[in-house]
């Protein structure tokens, strides 16, 4: 069977996802194809995972806020490399996945990612068109469709939803297996730098525990970029402990991770963050945002500190962490078993290869 993704081109945590399900299926059951659109130029660690894989991909640029204009260009190269399904990460390019799916009867699963709280008006619309013309909708959490229903109303349409959590490869996150040892503290987020997105809190954060503990050597590793990278680089200007690792490859982000003590991670929406889940496959001790896709993942307290967006509460749950090292590890030994249990690539993929197969025999 032929499977072509649409994803998004630039740095973020569609294409890990999009990866993930290639990289837990290399068998010859399945021929994997990516399709990148959106208002980004192909980001180079996704090419450099395309040619890892093998995978035939193209790229189509849009320009911001019109995303309708690359998809006669996407229709006509789905035309071209006749998958036997479609699997839609990118949303706004939904009708030109079902314009050939109608064609050929195929199935076409859309995957929301997207928090609703952060939604653009054309990514709301998008999530009207995907529940009403996808063969099957994929969502991250049963808390996103409760929301997705108050939100479409009677437009809801409960029997497409599939919930199908993202996966992490546990091989790849994993915890250190030396021991840290090192003065200096590290505390780190991995995330486009993006209006959602609160690296700017962190940076506050920071100041706020050297001004209350000058005791302590502690730095903020923050990974990523972004249109507001510039921004937090200023917030930032003339504070050595506070380093830009840039955007990382997913092959280093194991390494990255494995190199903090804390994984905090600030932001105004999330729906099933792919970075929460890899520090939690890492074994880090987290400090995250209290609001839905973060509250619910992490069980606030059980595997992550969840506390609200301020500079106060995050220096308090991070110094908490600090001071009580047996709680911290307890947390991250937690974090890890979740993630095991719950939360692999294995297991994701094929839920999808299934839904996939018994959806084409329907049609």
Same mark, same amino acid.
């Given at each position: 069977?032929?499977?072509?993704?649409?994803?998004?081109?630039?740095?973020g945590g569609?294409?890990?996802?999009?990866?993930?399900? $290639? !990289?837990?299926?290399?068998?010859q #059951?399945?021929l994997?194809?990516?399709?990148?659109?959106?208002?980004?130029?192909?980001?180079?660690?996704?090419?450099?995972?395309?040619?890892?894989f &093998?995978?035939?991909?193209?790229?189509?640029?849009?320009?911001?806020?019109?995303?309708?204009? %690359?998809?006669?260009?996407?229709?006509?190269?789905?035309?071209?490399?006749?998958?036997?399904?479609?699997?839609?990460?990118?949303?706004?390019?939904?009708?030109?996945?079902?314009?050939?799916?109608?064609?050929h009867? +195929?199935?076409?699963? /859309? +995957?929301?990612?997207?928090?609703?709280? +952060?939604?653009?008006?054309?990514?709301?619309?998008?999530?009207?068109?995907?529940?009403?013309?996808?063969?099957?909708? +994929?969502?991250?959490?049963?808390?996103?469709?409760?929301?997705?229903? /108050?939100?479409?109303?009677?437009?809801?349409?409960? %029997?497409k939803?599939?919930?199908?959590?993202?996966?992490?490869?546990?091989?790849?996150?994993?915890?250190?297996?030396?021991?840290?040892?090192?003065?200096?503290?590290?505390?780190?987020?991995a995330?486009?730098?993006?209006f959602?997105?609160?690296?700017?809190? @962190?940076? &506050?954060?920071?100041?706020?525990?050297?001004r209350?503990?000058? &005791?302590?050597?502690?730095?903020?590793?923050?990974? %990523?970029?972004?249109?507001?990278?510039?921004?937090?680089?200023?917030?930032?200007?003339?504070?050595?402990?506070?380093?830009?690792?840039?955007?990382?490859?997913?092959?280093?982000?194991? #390494?990255?991770?494995?190199? @903090?003590?804390?994984? $905090?991670?600030?932001?105004?929406?999330?729906?099933?963050?792919?970075?929460?889940?890899?520090?939690?496959?890492?074994?880090?001790?987290?400090? /995250?945002? &209290?609001?839905?896709?973060?509250?619910?993942?992490?069980q606030? %307290?059980?595997?992550?500190?969840?506390?609200?967006?301020?500079?106060?509460?995050?220096?308090?749950?991070?110094?908490?962490?600090? #001071?009580?090292?047996?709680?911290?590890?307890?947390? !991250?030994q937690?974090?890890?078993?979740?993630?095991?249990?719950?939360?692999?690539?294995?297991a994701?993929?094929t839920?999808?290869?299934?839904?996939?197969?018994?959806?084409?025999? @329907?049609?």
């Amino acid at each position: 069977m032929k499977i072509t993704q649409i994803s998004y081109p630039g740095f973020g945590g569609l294409g890990s996802v999009a990866f993930s399900l $290639v !990289g837990a299926n290399t068998g010859q #059951d399945v021929l994997w194809e990516i399709g990148f659109i959106g208002d980004q130029p192909l980001d180079q660690a996704l090419a450099a995972r395309c040619a890892q894989f &093998d995978i035939a991909h193209t790229t189509i640029r849009t320009t911001p806020g019109r995303p309708y204009q %690359g998809w006669i260009q996407l229709a006509r190269w789905l035309k071209t490399r006749r998958p036997d399904a479609i699997i839609c990460h990118s949303i706004n390019a939904i009708l030109a996945c079902k314009w050939y799916g109608l064609w050929h009867r +195929v199935p076409v699963i /859309a +995957v929301e990612h997207t928090p609703n709280q +952060v939604k653009t008006r054309s990514e709301r619309a998008a999530s009207l068109m995907s529940m009403l013309v996808a063969d099957r909708v +994929v969502l991250l959490t049963e808390e996103y469709r409760e929301e997705l229903r /108050a939100i479409h109303g009677r437009f809801f349409r409960p %029997g497409k939803i599939i919930v199908i959590p993202n996966g992490i490869d546990m091989h790849h996150f994993h915890p250190p297996t030396t021991q840290k040892r090192r003065q200096t503290l590290r505390i780190g987020m991995a995330a486009r730098f993006s209006f959602s997105k609160r690296q700017d809190l @962190l940076i &506050d954060t920071l100041q706020d525990i050297a001004r209350a503990r000058p &005791d302590l050597d502690i730095e903020l590793h923050l990974a %990523g970029d972004g249109d507001r990278l510039a921004d937090a680089q200023a917030a930032a200007a003339g504070q050595e402990k506070v380093q830009f690792a840039g955007l990382l490859a997913e092959a280093n982000v194991a #390494d990255w991770l494995r190199g @903090l003590d804390i994984y $905090v991670h600030s932001s105004e929406g999330e729906t099933l963050s792919t970075s929460l889940l890899q520090a939690m496959a890492t074994g880090l001790p987290i400090v /995250a945002s &209290d609001i839905p896709g973060i509250s619910n993942l992490l069980q606030n %307290g059980t595997y992550g500190q969840c506390v609200p967006n301020t500079v106060g509460d995050f220096a308090q749950a991070i110094l908490t962490l600090i #001071d009580q090292p047996e709680k911290a590890t307890t947390m !991250g030994q937690r974090a890890r078993a979740r993630i095991e249990e719950h939360y692999s690539t294995d297991a994701m993929c094929t839920t999808y290869l299934n839904t996939l197969r018994t959806d084409k025999a @329907l049609i």
